[in-house]
């Protein structure tokens, strides 16, 4: 019998790994990487490193989406989006909360989209279909958390 045994040790005490806050714009608010991964179930193979870059690409999406709607803010309240006049639920602010679900909806996007390529076999493959609507919920949930902060209706039609 041949075959490849690889065991992991378990180092007790070991450091457990530090994730900094991604610092925003200064009006925006910063994004903890640490409770971003436990509220959308991010897994630890994603290394620090990629979840922050997802994370900055998820702020800059964001922010292209919301540029003239903060420069109208900005007038009126230069301090940051915390500090902008809106409903709270739980204590925080509703505009928080929902710029907080997009870039949680669109770093997630990203990261799925990004790690769907690590198997390529037929089974992998199976799965990666099964991904795609995942991805694209994501960017929705993201998207509609932009178009409530704007105020805009989630869905355009027109009539043919």
Known sequence: MSGLVVKTAVVPNSPAVVEAVVVNDGWFPNIDPVQLRNEYRIRASVTPERLRKAIIGAIIKAGNQLEAWQAERIALVPTGLIDVPAKTIDGE????????????????????????????????????????????????????????????????????
């Open 93 to 160: 602010s509703r505009y928080v909360l929902l710029y907080q679900r997009a870039i949680g909806s669109y770093t997630k996007a990203e990261l799925v989209e990004e790690y769907r390529d690590t198997d390529t076999t037929t089974a992998g493959q199976r799965d990666v279909d099964d991904l795609e609507p995942s991805i694209a919920e994501l960017r929705r949930d993201g998207l509609y958390a932009i178009r409530d902060i704007l105020g805009r209706p989630r869905v355009r039609s027109e009539l043919i």
